[in-house]
C-alpha cells in the first residue's frame, strides 16, 4: 500500500495528527478518505474550510495555515493493526515534526493519538494543560473516523472550540 504524503510546512496555526492513513487513504493518495470518515465535514461545519472540502482537496489546507500528518505513515484497514514498534518509532518522528515545523496547535484526531503520543493514560478531548513539545500546544478532538460512537453535534462542538482558541489567539 501507498503512503500518504504529509501535507505540511513551517508555522502553521493547526497540524492535525491522526493514527495512519485508512486503505482508502492508501488507494487515493489523501487523507481521511474513507467513506464513512467525518473530518472534511466537521472542519466545514466549524469554519476552518469556506466549503467541505474532498479528500482530494487536501493540500488546500496549507492556503488556510492547516495541516495533516499521522503519528504512524503505514497505512492499515484499522488503528488496531499498528504495532507498539509503529507507535514508539512514530512517537520519535511525530516529536521532530513538531520540532521543526512548529504549528502553533497539534490537533489530535482522537483520544488514542494522544494518548500513543504523550505516553498519558487519562486523555480527555479538548485543550491540554501542557504541550508535550515546547512552544506547541496540544489540543484532541474526537476521531472523526466512522466507527466513532461520538455523535456528530459532539465531536463540532470539540472542532469550534478549536477554531474560537486559535482564531482569538489564546494558545
Known amino acids: ?16 495528527i ?7 487513504s492508501a488507494e487515493t493518495g489523501h487523507h481521511f478518505a474513507g467513506y464513512s470518515n467525518k473530518f472534511w465535514k466537521l472542519l466545514a461545519a466549524a469554519g476552518f474550510t469556506p466549503y467541505q472540502f474532498t479528500p482530494e482537496e487536501d493540500g488546500k ?29 512514530g512517537r520519535v518522528i ?16 482522537g483520544v488514542g493519538v494522544y494518548r500513543e503520543f504523550s505516553g498519558q493514560s487519562r486523555v480527555s478531548c479538548g485543550r491540554q494543560a501542557v504541550g508535550v513539545v515546547a512552544g506547541v500546544s496540544d489540543f484532541v478532538v474526537p476521531s472523526p473516523s466512522g466507527l466513532t460512537r461520538i455523535v456528530f453535534a459532539e465531536q463540532l462542538a470539540y472542532y469550534q472550540e478549536l477554531k474560537r482558541l486559535v482564531g482569538a489567539n489564546v494558545f
Open 1 to 16: 500500500m501507498n503512503q500518504v504524503p504529509d501535507i505540511i510546512a513551517s508555522n502553521l496555526k493547526i497540524l492535525f
Open 18 to 24: 491522526g493514527f495512519n492513513p485508512g486503505n482508502r
Open 61 to 89: 489546507l496549507l492556503n488556510l495555515g492547516l495541516g495533516i500528518t499521522n503519528i504512524v505513515a503505514r497505512p492499515s484497514r484499522t488503528a488496531a493493526e499498528i504495532s507498539k514498534e509503529e507507535y514508539q518509532a
Open 94 to 109: 511525530l516529536r521532530e515534526k513538531l520540532l521543526r515545523y512548529k504549528p502553533q496547535v497539534a490537533c489530535f484526531a
